[in-house]
Nanobody, 123 residues
């Protein structure tokens, strides 16, 4: 049974930093693309960042480029999202996702989701 568990969310002020972590269990191999998505109240879930299973290839939404960094540790089965210079518009529930290829990342039925962790950035 695959399980993704996010942690590290919280309440911070604008300009501060947070580090989110996603702990994966039950994945049969490390060859999963990992990603982060977020959903703000009243809005659709949106892509934030993804990382290849090797950790070499990363991709970011324009809104977070230069401020967020995704990383992974395959030995620990974790994928982290380092967030700096946070803005109030970054406020959302953040979700970890795992899929066997990037085309399936975030696609329900073809990927795995965590339960989410809340990030709130006050101005």
């Amino acid at each position: 049974q695959v399980q993704l568990v996010e942690s590290g969310g919280g309440l911070v002020q604008a300009g501060e930093s947070l580090r989110l972590s996603c702990a994966a269990s039950g994945l049969t191999s490390n060859k999963y693309v990992m990603g982060w998505f977020r959903q703000a109240p009243g809005k659709e879930r949106e892509f934030v960042a993804r990382i290849s299973y090797s950790g070499i290839i990363t991709y970011y939404a324009d809104s977070v480029k230069g401020r967020f960094t995704i990383s992974r540790d395959n030995a620990k089965n974790t994928a982290d999202l380092q967030m700096i210079s946070l803005k109030p518009e970054d406020t959302a529930a953040y979700y970890c996702n795992a899929a066997l290829d990037s085309q399936k990342l975030g696609v329900s039925g073809y990927s795995y989701w965590g339960q989410g962790t809340q990030v709130t950035v006050s101005s």
